[in-house]
């Protein structure tokens, strides 16, 4: 066994659990291929928040059967949320695939490489961060929910919350950055509970803090956020902290109470509009977004206005809204009947993100003529890429007086014009000077 190839699917989080998947099989001698024909290891990292991306895992995994048959010694291996405690109904459905793995449980894969390498795995791989990361990365510091949405399958599949001890997520973050990694973003479902179930309560301000002081790192993001746990220390760690970035998401879920109540999403909407206020209140020039459902069990056309005057009233800088998507085993799936119909969902759908663009092109708009501070992060059709403290994707010309190797580097760009969804611009200086070579970032 010598090669593996890692398709993903799905959230940040699933994101890291393949960088981190792949910094082991490294660490064990194979490398990454790009086609999953040329690899002898196939892994699939699957989702189920959504059906569609539940079909997408099960068309890909059908792809494979004729090619296991071709080779049968190739390892086809699934993970990730797809995968519940049991997998006798997988086995039936995609008998070519040898193992299946719960999410961040990677042994029995690394197991196996193991045993075809004839090595003690447990002697060979160290810490799990990528070895050739990105300038930004995703950092997992909680696992798991508590809360148990309704709708939501999560805590099923990656179980209750388990946070990492804050010396082991400082010593990654600081391992990241000598690898040339400048900006990272700390995951978890709700990355707000940090600490709570560790026996010293480090809270994520406490974890914020401790991260703000490794040298040479620019930029410090978090997600994904629950209002339960906002609290105001958080909230003042991102207006005191300067790489704490000054963009928070906030899932709202909907901006009905009642719809809210059914949920069990544990605030109101006058709670919610309340910590968006004190928010905005003490940091100040902060960016929120927000997820969104719509076409919930029961919903009706008053509600779903509810909503739409929420995202009109604060006026988010992203919103992800999504139909709702029936997910067995959910209380949703078995108390409440997906009543409304796929038509009327489609069309909430398509007027929440007809109003979020026209609220783009109002906030975007009013940036033209301001310089942002970027972070380069990769380059695309001759341009530079990056993102502002406050998450918004800035493109710049790669030539003129500031031509030469930006990646990584903090480049003050005047914006020259907007759309809804990024900004172009002119860079005007170098904020910081040490860029880092590019692993292939487009």
């Known amino acids: 066994m010598e090669t593996f190839y890692i398709w993903t699917i799905g959230c940040q989080m699933n994101k890291a659990d393949s960088e981190r998947l792949g910094s082991a099989l490294e660490q064990l001698g194979l490398h990454s291929v790009t086609k999953a024909n040329d690899a002898d290891l196939v892994v699939f990292n699957s989702c189920v928040v959504r059906q569609g991306a539940e079909d997408k895992v099960a068309n890909n995994l059908s792809l494979m059967r ?3 048959k071709q080779r049968p010694d190739q390892v086809v291996a699934l993970m990730g949320c797809m995968v519940g405690p049991k997998t006798d109904e997988l086995q039936r459905r995609f008998p070519h695939v040898d193992l299946f793995m719960r999410p961040q449980q990677y042994d029995p894969l690394l197991n196996l490489v193991g045993e075809q390498l004839g090595v003690d795995w447990e002697g060979c791989v160290g810490s799990l961060a990528p070895n050739q990361p990105d300038v930004t990365c995703y950092v997992p510091i909680i696992h798991g929910c508590d809360l148990m949405c309704t709708f939501c399958i999560i805590p099923y599949r990656r179980g209750r919350q388990v946070s990492r001890p804050v010396d082991e997520i400082v010593g990654e973050v600081e391992l990241l950055v000598q690898r040339g990694v400048r900006e990272v973003t700390v995951l978890g479902q709700t990355v707000d509970a940090y600490g709570h179930d560790l026996p010293e309560k480090p809270d994520l301000a406490h974890l914020l803090t401790s991260l703000n002081d490794i040298p040479d790192l620019l930029r410090i993001r978090f997600l994904t956020s629950h209002p339960t746990f906002m609290s105001q220390r958080i909230i003042q760690a991102v207006a005191d902290l300067p790489k704490v ?4 998401n906030l899932p709202v879920q909907a901006g009905d109470d009642e719809i809210l109540s059914r949920m069990r999403r544990p605030y109101t909407s006058a709670e919610y509009r309340e910590l ?16 969104l459902i719509v076409g919930f069990p029961g919903e009706t056309e008053d509600q779903f206005q509810r909503s739409m005057d929420m995202v009109a009233e604060l006026r988010f800088s992203k919103v992800h809204c999504a139909a709702y998507s029936t997910r067995p085993g959910t209380v949703a799936h078995r108390a409440m009947e997906d009543d409304i119909p796929q038509a009327d969902k489609a069309r909430r759908l398509k007027t929440v993100d007809q109003l979020q663009e026209s609220i783009l092109s109002d906030i975007n708009s009013t940036l033209v ?10 380059h695309k059709k001759g341009k530079w890429r990056g993102r502002t403290r406050t998450d918004k994707l800035v493109f710049f010309d790669a030539g003129g007086e500031l031509d030469g190797e930006r990646l990584g580097q903090l480049v003050n760009v005047k914006i020259d014009d907007a759309s809804p969804w990024s900004l172009q611009g002119t860079p005007v ?14």
């Open 66 to 68: 004729p090619l296991k």
């Open 245 to 248: 970035c000054e963009h928070i």
């Open 276 to 291: 968006v206020g004190r928010i905005r209140d003490t940091v100040p020039g902060v960016s929120l977004s927000t997820d």
């Open 369 to 378: 003529g301001q310089t942002l501070e970027v972070l380069v992060d990769g």
């Open 429 to 442: 200086a170098v904020v910081s000077s040490a860029s880092i070579h590019s692993h292939g970032t487009t």
